[in-house]
């Protein structure tokens, strides 16, 4: 096991390169098993949720190549083999399984999905919109059974804006009999991005990134080859720590648009952000102003980006105020943030931040993801040493973290864990 190392307190600068986008990966990679011939996908970041992906493929038969983030699947050998346990575990997204593996085989068994506990995370809605496509859905033993004689095209109004359900019900409805629409649909770019690969296979579907999403079901769906869009989280996360501490970031291989929300906040707080073609260049300012977050679906301030703001924010000047509509337990950051110095209150679903403060190096463990990307900015800005445990959190999402951070001029680095401190983060 090992733990992360950083040395804080100094300016950043230089051209850090955003990898493919995780919630896309996550998604692309099981679309692919709806194809009758091989698909590539390019692009991929190096994360273990697209390892783990590819061995689940392999599992039920998939000839699964990787190379350069490149991905080739040949899909025809797969069967519908149930995966109760093991690997499935390990991510939330293996949930797209069951809408893929429904969509091709009529038939599929997947265990519960693992990924961040960000409180409660139902999966109802998938379920809704499976039956309403004609399969039967039973929860067995933490494994949910899926089977259709047929699935036909229906009508499906989400109660809750879902990035998951919605990319699930399209996987599910693309080889169904007839017309699907997905009214209340989230419309998050992810959502475009399945939704274009799908469509370069064959599939008939109209209206992905609004809020009606209308699937024209046809038999068969055929190989291609799909570039994945730029990680818009993992841009966040550069360009927020840019905020912090960059004396000149440029952050490449963006798309702007999708972090709109993310660029007016900044501007509001007085730090400098221009955004060019496929490029966002950040400086930090010596003031920085308080601002309130909310936390919405897309185009909204993106939930998954509110953990590393926090650590921004204990810079800024005045009480600023973070609320997470999406997950309101999205705070287990904030008592290591405490550790580290910073003065926050959590009440409700809000988190207040008063500042400046200059944050203090310290041992911090990340919980999930978002959580570690939090705690790794703010060791950056933290005088002294920080030292960040529970990486395969982080290792999950951020694609060569120490290498892009290192690049930017930050000194990072990677050191085993002792059996000692092993034993002491499994009592904490
Ligand atoms: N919800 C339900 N029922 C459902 C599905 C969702 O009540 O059937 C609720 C959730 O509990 C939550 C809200 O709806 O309160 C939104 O959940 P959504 O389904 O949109 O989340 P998700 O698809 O499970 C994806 C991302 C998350 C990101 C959210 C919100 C993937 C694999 N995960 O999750 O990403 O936070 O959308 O944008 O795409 C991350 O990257 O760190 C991460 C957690």
């Known amino acids: 096991m090992e733990k ?26 099981p679309a692919t098993i709806l194809a009758d011939s091989p ?19 392999e599992e039920i038969g998939g000839q699964v190549k990787l190379s350069d983030n490149e991905m080739t699947v040949n899909p025809s050998g797969m069967i519908s083999m149930p995966l109760p346990n093991g690997k499935v575990k390990k991510l939330r997204a293996s949930y797209y399984l069951m809408g893929a593996m429904l969509g091709r085989f009529k038939k599929a068994v997947i265990g519960l999905p693992g990924g961040c506990h960000l409180g409660p995370r139902p999966i109802d809605q998938h379920i809704k919109g499976f039956e309403a496509l004609g399969a039967s ?23 809750v804006v879902s990035v998951g359900a919605t990319i699930n019900i399209m996987l599910a409805a693309v080889r169904a009999k007839g017309r699907t629409v997905i009214e209340n649909a989230a419309k998050e770019p992810e959502i475009i991005d399945v939704a274009t690969l799908l469509t370069n296979m064959g599939a008939r579907i109209k209206g992905a990134g609004t809020d009606v999403i209308r699937i024209d079901g046809v038999d068969s769906l055929h190989g291609c080859r799909h570039t994945i869009i730029p990680d818009r989280i993992e841009a966040g996360t550069y360009i927020i720590l840019g905020a912090a501490m960059g004396d000149g970031v440029l952050v490449d291989n963006v798309i702007p648009q999708h972090l709109e929300s993310l660029i ?61 509509t999406i997950y309101g337990a999205r705070f ?21 931040v008063s500042g400046p403060i200059q944050l203090q190096g310290a041992k911090v463990k990340a919980s999930d993801l978002r959580a570690g990307a939090a705690l790794v900015i703010a060791g950056l800005m933290a005088e002294g040493i920080t030292e960040v ?13 120490v290498e892009k951070l290192n690049g930017l001029g930050a000194t990072v680095w990677r050191e085993a864990m002792t059996e000692e401190e092993v034993e002491q983060l499994k009592n904490t």
């Open 264 to 324: 007016a906040k900044l501007s509001e707080m007085g730090v400098y952000v221009e955004a060019g073609d496929d490029q966002i260049f950040v400086r930090s300012a010596s003031r920085l102003k308080a601002v309130d977050i909310k936390t919405l679906v897309y185009p909204g301030f993106p939930t998954d980006l509110q953990q590393p703001f926090t650590s921004l924010l204990t810079r800024a000047e005045g009480s600023s105020m973070v609320t997470d």
């Open 389 to 401: 445990t529970g990486l395969e959190h982080i290792d999950r999402g951020y694609s060569n973290l």
């Open 39 to 57: 698909v590539t996908i390019e692009g991929l970041p190096d994360i273990s949720d697209v390892e783990i992906l590819k061995g689940l493929l």
């Open 137 to 159: 859905v039973t929860n067995e033993q933490g494994a949910i059974y899926l089977r259709a004689e047929e699935l036909r095209g229906a009508r499906i109004y989400l109660d």
């Open 4 to 29: 992360l190392k950083i040395a804080g307190g100094y300016p950043l600068k230089g051209t850090v390169r955003v990898s493919g986008a995780k919630n896309s990966a996550v998604a692309l990679i």
């Open 332 to 352: 287990k950051h904030i008592d290591e943030l405490r550790r580290m110095n910073a003065n926050i209150k959590v009440e409700g679903r809000s988190a207040i």
